[in-house]
């Protein structure tokens, strides 16, 4: 009896997985979303097409986590003082996005009759909102959630997920009879009160314990560890976030910005994007599984037509309010392309609607379509604007918008002795460098000194990704250990071959194996320093320093020749440009023999006596 549902609940992981597997490559040979498949293959799996999930909400459920750690990522890239410096454009451009689309949906609803004025506002509020999720996958994709309108879109969804609990606190007063159904003055003054005091807990954890927290796993040197700490502190601050009436997703990115000054955010970034990825996957897949069919075929025109219209005039709306702010016309287009598809809250406010009486079980299911059928053009409508803009934007633009934001920066890979001196001159000239290093103690005696270094494993491709590896111009290898620094260089050559890699070698014998590898330059962590104490050496021995500098000179000069000569020939080539050659008799006979101490080395004398 009990095996049977295990064995069903792995028919369906196969099911999703297999539905995954196989819809992406489809879409992607006939250049479509990935977000496109997702939903096809929920419709095709769903409870109206296979029938191998007949309930999709017991998938949302889990599904639904795959937005919050979404958010979580977004915040983690977001400092406090940054999002406050977006104050404007999150209450700006996202009441005026809200309420102007809201006003706009609600009069072509009533005037084409397809529900009374309170549905209509109801379900205008649902579809105003956009798809947070799609709209972060397409800028993601994309690689432009940092440029300008990418920022200001985001405002836009921020200030939707932060709308989301005023918006549930008034629908009951849209109901017939909504006297009946509103909140007490006092109920919404304790909700408003337990909201506040989330946030703070939130804020002060982020603060004060969470890096404690962190570093403490972190000398476990257990990769497991760190990421359940990862998920916990993701999942906690989103519990908590709902426990109180917020959305899980706002609670989420709350807990990333706190993190986003911290020394294991990169080390985080990596331990959770795999499981991002999946659950934002079977999110879109339940979604296509919701969409009644049965309605879609009998309201087949009125459902794609009004989709259509609503596509088309969230776009114009958005392009209106943007064209104030964004300093081409294409970025306004660009960020209304992104903000078309209907949001994931569509699906939370129309069914209320249905359950308070402004809106029937009949028009529930047709707004509920068309928020889904917009998900689907969404994308399509994204990527076409996209290749509309860019076939007819001119050359020059183009290249300008390429390198907007482009700045030299040097991830750096190791801050210990060598990593830190190295750093002086690249932080003198204002270089941009982040610093990556896997001992919790050196990343804390780092920040004493105002230095921000990260943690993370430099051996991990995941974690150089979310270090920034791609978009670095150079990446230097300042590791003290030759099989982390061989297995460094091999996955940046691998993975970022257009990248220069300066690297720090242990001895001659490493610096060939690496330039026989292709790294741009390497470094023997000894040589500088060995050539100026011989140099002083002789300075003390009473040596002229003119003279002393001169032997280091050619000291180096020979160094540098028998270099080139070994790429050549090999490790054992040009010895004839050594001062002293390795040869088994010493350069001057001792002028006393040797004396063993102790019974070991009295038999390795004997032994090497004739």
Same mark, same amino acid.
């Given at each position: 009896?009990?095996?049977?549902?295990?064995?069903?609940?792995?028919?369906?992981?196969?099911?999703?997985?297999?539905?995954?597997?196989?819809?992406?490559?489809?879409?992607?040979?006939?250049?479509?979303?990935?977000?496109?498949?997702?939903?096809?293959?929920?419709?095709? &799996?769903? !409870?109206?097409?296979?029938?191998?999930?007949?309930?999709?909400?017991?998938?949302?459920?889990?599904?639904?986590?795959?937005?919050?750690?979404?958010?979580?990522?977004?915040?983690?890239?977001?400092?406090?003082?940054?999002?406050?410096?977006?104050?404007?454009?999150?209450?700006?451009l996202g009441a005026a996005q809200l309420i102007l689309t809201t006003g706009a949906?609600?009069?072509?609803?009533?005037?084409?009759?397809?529900?009374?004025?309170?549905?209509? &506002?109801?379900?205008?509020?649902?579809?105003?909102?956009?798809?947070?999720?799609?709209?972060?996958?397409?800028?993601?994709?994309?690689?432009?959630?940092?440029?300008? =309108?990418?920022?200001?879109?985001?405002?836009?969804?921020?200030?939707?997920?932060?709308?989301?609990?005023?918006?549930?606190?008034?629908?009951?007063?849209?109901?017939?009879?909504?006297?009946?159904?509103?909140?007490?003055?006092? *109920?919404?003054?304790?909700?408003?009160?337990?909201?506040?005091?989330?946030?703070?807990?939130?804020? @002060?954890?982020?603060?004060?314990?969470?890096?404690?927290?962190?570093?403490?796993?972190?000398?476990?040197?257990?990769?497991?560890?760190?990421?359940?700490?990862?998920?916990?502190?993701?999942?906690?601050?989103?519990?908590? $976030?709902?426990?109180?009436?917020?959305? $899980?997703?706002?609670?989420?990115?709350?807990?990333?910005?706190?993190?986003?000054?911290s020394t294991y955010r990169h080390e985080l970034e990596a331990d959770i994007e795999?499981?991002?990825?999946?659950?934002?996957?079977?999110?879109?897949?339940?979604?296509?599984?919701?969409?009644?069919?049965?309605?879609?075929?009998?309201?087949?025109?009125?459902?794609?037509?009004?989709?259509?219209?609503?596509?088309?005039?969230?776009?114009?709306?958005?392009?209106?309010?943007?064209?104030? @702010?964004?300093?081409?016309?294409?970025?306004?287009?660009?960020?209304?392309?992104?903000?078309?598809?209907?949001?994931?809250?569509?699906?939370?406010?129309?069914?209320?609607?249905?359950? =308070?009486?402004?809106?029937?079980?009949?028009?529930?299911?047709?707004?509920?379509?068309?928020?889904?059928?917009?998900?689907?053009?969404? !994308?399509?409508?994204?990527?076409?604007?996209? #290749?509309?803009?860019?076939?007819?934007?001119?050359?020059?633009?183009?290249?300008?918008?390429?390198?907007?934001?482009?700045?030299?920066?040097?991830?750096?890979?190791?801050?210990?002795?060598?990593?830190?001196?190295?750093?002086?001159?690249?932080?003198?000239?204002?270089?941009?460098?982040?610093?990556?290093?896997?001992?919790?103690?050196? &990343?804390?005696?780092?920040?004493?000194?105002?230095?921000?270094?990260?943690?993370?494993?430099?051996?991990?491709?995941?974690?150089?990704?979310?270090?920034?590896?791609?978009?670095?111009?150079?990446?230097?290898?300042?590791?003290?250990?030759?099989?982390?620094?061989?297995?460094?260089?091999?996955?940046?050559?691998?993975?970022?071959?257009?990248?220069?890699? =300066?690297?720090?070698?242990?001895?001659?014998?490493?610096?060939? #194996?690496?330039?026989?590898?292709?790294? *741009?330059?390497?470094?023997?962590?000894?040589?500088?320093?060995?050539?100026?104490?011989g140099r002083q050496t002789l300075i003390g021995l009473g040596l002229d320093a003119?003279?002393?500098?001169?032997?280091?000179?050619?000291?180096?000069?020979?160094?540098?020749?028998?270099?080139?000569?070994?790429?050549?020939?090999?490790?054992?080539?040009?010895? *004839?440009?050594?001062?002293?050659? !390795?040869? !088994?008799?010493?350069?001057?006979?001792?002028?006393?023999?040797?004396?063993?101490?102790?019974?070991?080395?009295?038999?390795?004398?004997?032994?090497?006596?004739?």
């Amino acid at each position: 009896m009990n095996e049977q549902p295990n064995d069903y609940g792995l028919l369906f992981a196969l099911v999703l997985l297999t539905a995954a597997v196989v819809s992406v490559p489809i879409a992607r040979g006939l250049r479509l979303s990935a977000i496109v498949a997702y939903l096809a293959a929920g419709v095709v &799996i769903g !409870p109206y097409g296979l029938a191998v999930f007949r309930e999709p909400e017991t998938i949302l459920a889990v599904a639904d986590l795959g937005i919050v750690l979404l958010l979580f990522l977004i915040g983690i890239e977001l400092e406090l003082s940054r999002l406050l410096a977006m104050r404007r454009a999150i209450f700006g451009l996202g009441a005026a996005q809200l309420i102007l689309t809201t006003g706009a949906l609600t009069a072509i609803a009533v005037a084409t009759d397809l529900a009374n004025w309170r549905g209509a &506002i109801i379900a205008s509020l649902g579809l105003a909102m956009s798809g947070t999720a799609i709209a972060l996958k397409i800028l993601e994709d994309r690689g432009e959630l940092q440029r300008p =309108y990418g920022q200001r879109a985001f405002a836009i969804l921020l200030f939707q997920d932060m709308s989301i609990v005023p918006l549930l606190a008034i629908l009951p007063l849209l109901a017939p009879g909504g006297g009946n159904h509103a909140v007490s003055t006092f *109920d919404a003054l304790l909700s408003v009160g337990k909201i506040g005091l989330a946030i703070v807990a939130v804020v @002060v954890a982020g603060r004060y314990l969470l890096n404690p927290f962190l570093r403490l796993l972190a000398w476990t040197g257990a990769r497991e560890v760190m990421t359940a700490a990862a998920l916990l502190v993701v999942l906690g601050a989103a519990a908590l $976030m709902q426990a109180v009436g917020m959305s $899980m997703a706002l609670g989420a990115f709350l807990a990333g910005v706190m993190l986003a000054e911290s020394t294991y955010r990169h080390e985080l970034e990596a331990d959770i994007e795999p499981f991002r990825g999946l659950l934002l996957a079977l999110f879109f897949m339940s979604v296509g599984m919701s969409i009644d069919m049965h309605v879609v075929g009998v309201h087949i025109w009125l459902i794609i037509g009004a989709a259509l219209v609503i596509t088309v005039l969230k776009a114009a709306i958005v392009r209106l309010i943007f064209s104030a @702010v964004c300093e081409t016309r294409n970025e306004a287009w660009e960020a209304g392309s992104v903000l078309t598809a209907a949001g994931e809250f569509s699906f939370v406010l129309i069914p209320l609607g249905v359950s =308070y009486g402004a809106l029937t079980t009949e028009q529930g299911g047709i707004f509920a379509a068309i928020a889904a059928v917009t998900m689907m053009i969404g !994308p399509l409508a994204a990527e076409l604007t996209d #290749r509309t803009l860019r076939r007819f934007t001119p050359t020059r633009e183009r290249e300008a918008d390429n390198f907007d934001g482009v700045r030299g920066s040097v991830l750096m890979i190791g801050f210990g002795r060598f990593g830190q001196v190295a750093s002086q001159a690249l932080l003198a000239e204002g270089v941009d460098v982040t610093a990556l290093d896997n001992n919790p103690e050196r &990343i804390q005696n780092a920040t004493r000194f105002g230095f921000q270094v990260y943690y993370g494993d430099g051996t991990r491709l995941d974690v150089l990704r979310a270090a920034g590896g791609g978009a670095a111009r150079l990446i230097a290898v300042c590791v003290n250990h030759t099989e982390t620094t061989d297995r460094i260089v091999a996955l940046v050559k691998a993975e970022f071959p257009g990248t220069l890699l =300066y690297v720090r070698s242990y001895d001659r014998g490493h610096s060939l #194996r690496l330039l026989a590898k292709g790294v *741009d330059f390497e470094q023997r962590e000894t040589v500088d320093s060995a050539f100026v104490f011989g140099r002083q050496t002789l300075i003390g021995l009473g040596l002229d320093a003119e003279r002393a500098a001169l032997v280091e000179t050619d000291m180096r000069d020979r160094d540098r020749a028998r270099f080139a000569l070994q790429q050549a020939e090999g490790i054992y080539a040009g010895l *004839d440009m050594l001062l002293t050659r !390795p040869v !088994p008799e010493p350069l001057s006979r001792p002028r006393r023999e040797a004396k063993p101490l102790n019974p070991e080395a009295k038999e390795i004398v004997g032994e090497q006596e004739p």
